[in-house]
Protein backbone atom coordinates (compact mmCIF):
# COMPACT_ATOMS: atom_id res chain seq x y z
CA UNK A 1 0.00 0.00 0.00
CA UNK A 2 1.39 3.51 -1.10
CA UNK A 3 1.63 5.10 2.08
CA UNK A 4 3.51 8.10 4.11
CA UNK A 5 4.23 7.19 7.98
CA UNK A 6 5.40 9.05 10.46
CA UNK A 7 6.35 8.65 13.84
CA UNK A 8 5.50 9.03 16.65
CA UNK A 9 1.59 9.83 16.34
CA UNK A 10 1.41 11.52 19.48
CA UNK A 11 4.54 12.85 21.57
CA UNK A 12 4.64 15.17 24.83
CA UNK A 13 8.14 16.25 25.59
CA UNK A 14 9.78 18.73 27.47
CA UNK A 15 11.10 21.96 27.00
CA UNK A 16 15.34 21.77 25.56
CA UNK A 17 15.00 17.57 25.25
CA UNK A 18 16.16 16.84 21.55
CA UNK A 19 13.50 14.89 19.62
CA UNK A 20 13.28 13.41 15.91
CA UNK A 21 9.78 12.55 14.07
CA UNK A 22 10.73 10.12 11.32
CA UNK A 23 8.82 10.22 7.90
CA UNK A 24 9.27 7.20 5.34
CA UNK A 25 7.64 6.66 1.99
CA UNK A 26 7.30 3.79 -0.59
CA UNK A 27 6.33 5.43 -3.29
CA UNK A 28 9.86 6.67 -4.39
CA UNK A 29 9.28 10.19 -4.40
CA UNK A 30 11.44 12.95 -4.97
CA UNK A 31 9.95 15.59 -2.86
CA UNK A 32 9.40 15.33 0.64
CA UNK A 33 8.26 17.97 2.91
CA UNK A 34 7.29 19.11 6.36
CA UNK A 35 4.63 21.02 7.37
CA UNK A 36 3.21 22.83 10.45
CA UNK A 37 -0.52 23.12 11.17
CA UNK A 38 -1.92 25.65 13.89
CA UNK A 39 -5.18 27.11 14.01
CA UNK A 40 -5.98 30.39 12.45
CA UNK A 41 -2.77 30.13 10.94
CA UNK A 42 -3.05 27.02 8.62
CA UNK A 43 -0.48 24.43 6.73
CA UNK A 44 2.95 25.80 7.13
CA UNK A 45 6.25 24.48 5.36
CA UNK A 46 8.85 23.93 7.67
CA UNK A 47 11.74 22.39 4.92
CA UNK A 48 11.79 20.56 1.95
CA UNK A 49 13.59 18.61 -0.15
CA UNK A 50 13.71 17.68 -3.87
CA UNK A 51 16.07 14.71 -3.48
CA UNK A 52 18.71 13.09 -1.42
CA UNK A 53 20.76 15.96 0.10
CA UNK A 54 19.16 18.87 -1.38
CA UNK A 55 17.19 20.39 1.52
CA UNK A 56 15.13 23.91 1.59
CA UNK A 57 14.07 26.21 3.86
CA UNK A 58 10.29 26.82 3.70
CA UNK A 59 8.36 29.35 5.56
CA UNK A 60 9.03 28.69 9.11
CA UNK A 61 12.28 26.94 9.50
CA UNK A 62 13.46 28.26 12.65
CA UNK A 63 14.34 25.78 15.30
CA UNK A 64 14.23 22.97 13.22
CA UNK A 65 16.71 20.68 11.27
CA UNK A 66 16.01 18.06 8.39
CA UNK A 67 18.06 15.45 6.55
CA UNK A 68 17.58 13.31 3.45
CA UNK A 69 20.13 10.81 3.13
CA UNK A 70 17.66 8.80 1.40
CA UNK A 71 15.20 8.96 -1.26
CA UNK A 72 12.98 7.40 1.46
CA UNK A 73 13.11 8.94 4.96
CA UNK A 74 12.88 12.62 5.93
CA UNK A 75 12.94 13.07 9.49
CA UNK A 76 12.20 16.41 11.29
CA UNK A 77 14.58 17.24 13.83
CA UNK A 78 14.00 19.48 17.17
CA UNK A 79 16.82 20.37 18.84
CA UNK A 80 15.89 22.16 21.62
CA UNK A 81 12.17 22.19 21.40
CA UNK A 82 9.79 25.15 22.84
CA UNK A 83 6.42 25.36 23.92
CA UNK A 84 5.74 27.59 20.86
CA UNK A 85 6.65 24.40 18.92
CA UNK A 86 3.63 22.73 20.15
CA UNK A 87 1.88 22.05 17.12
CA UNK A 88 0.30 19.11 14.67
CA UNK A 89 3.03 18.11 12.00
CA UNK A 90 3.06 16.33 8.72
CA UNK A 91 4.61 15.02 6.60
CA UNK A 92 4.22 14.72 2.71
CA UNK A 93 5.75 13.72 0.12
CA UNK A 94 5.06 14.02 -3.82
CA UNK A 95 6.31 12.83 -7.02
CA UNK A 96 6.23 16.49 -8.30
CA UNK A 97 5.68 19.52 -6.45
CA UNK A 98 2.51 20.06 -5.12
CA UNK A 99 0.86 16.72 -5.86
CA UNK A 100 1.32 15.70 -1.73
CA UNK A 101 0.75 12.42 -0.11
CA UNK A 102 0.36 13.68 3.74
CA UNK A 103 1.19 11.42 6.36
CA UNK A 104 -0.90 10.80 9.38
CA UNK A 105 0.71 13.58 11.47
CA UNK A 106 2.31 13.73 14.51
CA UNK A 107 0.82 15.97 17.53
CA UNK A 108 3.71 17.40 19.83
CA UNK A 109 3.17 19.41 22.98
CA UNK A 110 6.54 21.02 24.61
CA UNK A 111 5.56 21.65 28.62
CA UNK B 1 -1.16 40.62 2.25
CA UNK B 2 -1.35 37.14 2.54
CA UNK B 3 0.33 34.90 -0.12
CA UNK B 4 -2.78 33.05 -0.34
CA UNK B 5 -6.33 33.95 0.75
CA UNK B 6 -9.18 32.08 1.64
CA UNK B 7 -12.28 33.08 3.82
CA UNK B 8 -12.16 30.85 6.63
CA UNK B 9 -15.88 30.44 6.44
CA UNK B 10 -17.61 28.31 7.76
CA UNK B 11 -19.70 27.84 4.45
CA UNK B 12 -22.62 26.56 4.82
CA UNK B 13 -25.06 24.63 1.78
CA UNK B 14 -27.79 22.77 1.38
CA UNK B 15 -27.11 19.14 0.26
CA UNK B 16 -28.03 18.81 -3.98
CA UNK B 17 -26.02 22.74 -4.34
CA UNK B 18 -23.53 23.68 -5.69
CA UNK B 19 -20.63 24.86 -3.23
CA UNK B 20 -18.12 27.40 -4.22
CA UNK B 21 -15.02 28.26 -2.56
CA UNK B 22 -12.53 30.87 -3.60
CA UNK B 23 -8.58 31.68 -3.36
CA UNK B 24 -6.74 34.61 -4.22
CA UNK B 25 -2.89 34.50 -4.45
CA UNK B 26 -0.37 37.31 -4.43
CA UNK B 27 2.70 36.23 -6.33
CA UNK B 28 2.45 36.26 -9.85
CA UNK B 29 4.93 34.08 -10.95
CA UNK B 30 2.97 31.35 -8.92
CA UNK B 31 2.28 28.34 -11.82
CA UNK B 32 0.72 25.63 -10.44
CA UNK B 33 -2.83 25.59 -7.91
CA UNK B 34 -3.70 22.23 -5.72
CA UNK B 35 -6.80 21.89 -4.21
CA UNK B 36 -7.09 19.94 -0.82
CA UNK B 37 -9.51 18.18 1.31
CA UNK B 38 -9.18 17.67 5.38
CA UNK B 39 -11.89 15.95 7.23
CA UNK B 40 -11.81 16.89 10.51
CA UNK B 41 -8.91 15.20 12.80
CA UNK B 42 -7.39 13.51 9.33
CA UNK B 43 -4.58 14.72 6.73
CA UNK B 44 -5.34 16.38 3.95
CA UNK B 45 -5.64 15.01 0.48
CA UNK B 46 -5.08 16.40 -3.10
CA UNK B 47 -8.95 16.32 -4.59
CA UNK B 48 -7.45 19.29 -7.85
CA UNK B 49 -4.56 20.67 -9.34
CA UNK B 50 -5.08 23.09 -12.56
CA UNK B 51 -1.91 24.80 -13.91
CA UNK B 52 -3.77 26.81 -16.98
CA UNK B 53 -6.09 29.52 -17.02
CA UNK B 54 -9.44 27.80 -17.74
CA UNK B 55 -11.83 25.00 -16.47
CA UNK B 56 -10.83 21.69 -14.99
CA UNK B 57 -13.73 18.57 -14.39
CA UNK B 58 -13.34 16.21 -12.33
CA UNK B 59 -16.84 14.49 -11.59
CA UNK B 60 -18.18 16.77 -9.16
CA UNK B 61 -15.33 18.92 -8.96
CA UNK B 62 -14.66 22.32 -11.03
CA UNK B 63 -11.44 23.94 -10.66
CA UNK B 64 -10.91 27.08 -12.33
CA UNK B 65 -8.18 29.56 -12.40
CA UNK B 66 -7.56 33.05 -13.97
CA UNK B 67 -4.20 33.99 -13.30
CA UNK B 68 -4.57 37.76 -14.44
CA UNK B 69 -7.10 38.06 -11.58
CA UNK B 70 -4.77 36.08 -9.80
CA UNK B 71 -7.85 33.65 -8.75
CA UNK B 72 -8.73 29.82 -8.60
CA UNK B 73 -11.58 28.43 -7.31
CA UNK B 74 -13.53 25.37 -6.42
CA UNK B 75 -16.84 24.34 -7.43
CA UNK B 76 -18.44 21.59 -6.41
CA UNK B 77 -21.82 20.40 -7.79
CA UNK B 78 -24.41 18.25 -6.35
CA UNK B 79 -23.32 18.79 -2.69
CA UNK B 80 -23.13 15.78 -0.15
CA UNK B 81 -22.86 15.95 3.42
CA UNK B 82 -19.50 13.88 2.71
CA UNK B 83 -18.50 16.78 1.38
CA UNK B 84 -18.17 18.53 4.47
CA UNK B 85 -14.87 19.18 5.52
CA UNK B 86 -11.84 21.78 4.96
CA UNK B 87 -11.09 22.99 1.35
CA UNK B 88 -7.01 24.05 1.78
CA UNK B 89 -5.90 25.90 -1.35
CA UNK B 90 -2.40 25.70 -2.03
CA UNK B 91 -0.07 27.67 -4.67
CA UNK B 92 3.42 26.17 -6.43
CA UNK B 93 6.35 27.88 -8.01
CA UNK B 94 8.48 25.36 -9.45
CA UNK B 95 10.90 27.88 -9.90
CA UNK B 96 11.70 26.87 -6.28
CA UNK B 97 10.85 23.38 -6.72
CA UNK B 98 8.90 22.00 -3.74
CA UNK B 99 7.88 25.19 -2.29
CA UNK B 100 4.01 25.31 -1.47
CA UNK B 101 2.17 28.01 0.08
CA UNK B 102 -1.29 26.80 1.48
CA UNK B 103 -4.10 29.44 2.24
CA UNK B 104 -5.92 28.95 5.73
CA UNK B 105 -8.31 26.78 4.83
CA UNK B 106 -12.55 26.71 4.04
CA UNK B 107 -14.76 24.99 6.11
CA UNK B 108 -17.15 23.46 4.51
CA UNK B 109 -20.69 22.53 6.02
CA UNK B 110 -23.40 20.71 3.80
CA UNK B 111 -26.53 20.36 5.31
CA UNK B 112 -29.27 17.43 4.67
Known amino acids: EAQVTQNPRYLITVTGKKLTVTCSQN?????MSWYRQDPGLGLRQIYY???????DKGDVPEGYKVSRKEKRNFPLILESPSPNQTSLYFC??????????FGQGTRLTVV | QKEVEQNSGPLSVPEGAIASLNCTYS??????FFWYRQYSGKSPELIMF????GDKEDGRFTAQLNKASQYVSLLIRDSQPSDSATYLCAVGRDNQGGKLIFGQGTELSVKP
Open chain 1, 92 to 101: ASSPRAGKAF
Open chain 1, 27 to 31: MNHEY
Open chain 2, 50 to 53: IYSN
Open chain 1, 49 to 55: SMNVEVT
Open chain 2, 27 to 32: DRGSQS
